[in-house]
């Protein structure tokens, strides 16, 4: 079985940082590409990072610069370090199990609770 468990969400002012990290079992985590999605109220869910098995890189336009997503294959966890947070980042983040082809990446059905991120002055 699958699971996805996100944490380290919260509520900080425009400029701040918050590291999210994202638990995950059932799976031989080395060898699956990751994801981090973002779903703001009102909006479509939208993803923000990938990272393949061998550490290859993908970010949104949005926060390119800004964050930073990596893996740790023996903790079998996904981070996204976020940095210079602004009012508009404010959503629930998502992590997932995806799979990056030539031209698109497909998420799996595998989704975890989520966690927050509110950027409020």
């Known amino acids: 079985q699958v699971q996805l468990v996100e944490s380290g969400g919260g509520l900080v002012q425009p400029g701040e940082s918050l590291r999210l990290s994202c638990a995950v079992s059932?799976?031989?985590?080395?060898?699956?590409?990751m994801a981090w999605y973002r779903q703001a109220p009102g909006k479509q869910r939208e993803l923000v990072a990938s990272?393949?098995?061998?550490?290859?890189?993908n970010y949104a336009d949005s926060v390119k610069g800004r964050f930073i997503i990596s893996r740790d294959n023996v903790k079998n966890t996904v981070t996204l370090q976020t940095n210079s947070l602004k009012p508009e980042d404010t959503a629930v983040y998502y992590c997932?199990?995806?799979?990056?082809?030539?031209?698109?990446?497909?998420?799996?059905?595998?989704w975890g609770q989520g966690t927050q991120v509110t950027v409020s002055s």
């Open positions: 059932g799976i031989i985590f080395r060898f699956n590409a």
């Open positions: 990272i393949s098995s061998g550490g290859s890189t």
């Open positions: 997932n199990v995806v799979t990056i082809g030539t031209l698109k990446i497909t998420e799996s059905p595998y």
